[in-house]
């Protein structure tokens, strides 16, 4: 096992340990809240729509650059684990000129997003816990503190519960995936959507796999009729125990392409352990594979022309 590996299932199964000492914030009553990130933190901001029933709105800072008058009459929470987004930053000096409640949702203390947002949510406790530098953690606790700040219900105690729960309906599959495959595809509904789309990104980072994430409602619309014998779907169910349709589709699909994969949380139903059990789904499945297929580093870390490209247009 690669010294890479070795550091990154550190981080996987030690945010366990680390998530229990987040010091996550009181429940806000917010009112026209706005959640803003790019890339994963999009997929945090879309994840916190979801949950609050749409209560407050996701935005990407792209957005709000094109159309500044959407800010008016908002509470904006920027979210970046950086803190050094550009978009993000131009994006609350904006807010800041508006003279709008902001509040910086970042990993990194003294960053320039918090310099120009009103209040700070920091996590920069976690700054030097992490050894593989992939943000794992980062993202799981953002996406944690958030979720208090909406006044969802919190059970850190049966964290362990969930991850030996990911970890043994990963490995009860044996997903096999060979060095060259065509796509990689995860479908959910509700608050399984955004995390769909956060493993398509990890698929992309660490494996320069093609990968999409897609709504179930809207995949069996049109996507899956390019689906080939050699791309792999993964299912993330529903929080809605009463709804089946994510398990149906599965038990279905599977008849006609085997290679399709269930993932629903056996702990509890609770919007908490649904989130939390996807997420450890996903990054359970990336470690799975890259020890599967022994490789020393994250795909995005071997091409430094792209690596530098785009750090130069995100930072």
């Given at each position: 096992m690669?010294?890479?590996?070795?550091?990154?299932?550190?981080?996987?199964?030690?945010?366990?340990?680390?998530?229990?000492?987040?010091?996550?914030?009181k429940p806000m009553k917010i009112r026209s809240g706005l959640f803003v990130g790019a890339g994963d933190s999009?997929?945090?901001?879309?994840?916190?729509?979801?949950?609050?029933?749409?209560?407050?709105?996701?935005?990407?800072?792209?957005?709000?650059?094109?159309?500044?008058?959407?800010?008016l009459d908002h509470e904006i929470f920027f979210v970046s684990a950086s803190g050094r987004t550009q978009s993000n930053i131009e994006a609350a000096k904006i807010a800041q000129r508006f003279g709008l409640k902001t509040t910086a949702i970042t990993a990194r203390p003294k960053s320039i997003l918090e310099e120009v947002c009103r209040k700070t949510l920091n996590l920069d406790y976690l700054h030097n816990v992490q050894s593989s530098n992939t943000g794992i953690l980062d993202f799981t606790a953002t996406v944690i503190t958030c979720m208090a700040l909406i006044g969802i219900k919190i059970n850190m105690n049966i964290l362990s519960r969930i991850m030996s729960?990911?970890?043994?309906?990963?490995?009860?599959?044996?997903?096999?995936?060979?060095?060259?495959?065509?796509?990689?595809?995860?479908?959910?509904?509700?608050?399984?959507y955004p995390i769909a789309s956060y493993g398509a990104f990890k698929m992309h980072e660490f494996f320069g796999a093609k990968s999409f994430g897609y709504l179930l409602d809207d995949y069996y619309h049109s996507p899956i009729f390019s689906l080939k014998k050699s791309d792999h779907v993964f299912i993330?169910?529903?929080?809605?125990?009463?709804?089946?349709?994510?398990?149906?589709?599965?038990?279905?699909?599977?008849?006609?392409?085997?290679?399709?994969?269930?993932?629903?949380?056996?702990?509890?139903?609770?919007?908490?352990?649904?989130?939390?059990?996807?997420i450890f789904i996903i990054q359970v499945l990336v470690l799975s594979m890259a020890e599967n297929l022994r490789i020393d580093k994250p795909h995005y870390l071997s091409n430094k022309r792209m690596l530098n490209l785009s750090s130069s247009l995100i930072y």
């Open positions: 690669s010294g890479w590996i070795s550091h990154f299932r550190e981080d996987v199964y030690s945010q366990v340990k680390y998530l229990r000492g987040l010091r996550l914030p999009y997929i945090c901001a879309l994840l916190i729509e979801y949950l609050s029933r749409h209560s407050v709105l996701a935005y990407h800072p792209s957005e709000i650059l094109r159309s500044p008058e959407m800010l729960d990911a970890r043994e309906q990963i490995h009860q599959y044996g997903i096999d995936l060979p060095r060259k495959f065509q796509s990689i595809l995860f479908l959910g509904n509700g608050t399984s993330l169910g529903h929080e809605n125990a009463k709804d089946p349709i994510s398990a149906e589709f599965h038990c279905r699909l599977q008849k006609i392409h085997p290679r399709s994969y269930y993932f629903q949380p056996k702990v509890g139903r609770s919007s908490f352990e649904q989130v939390i059990f996807s």
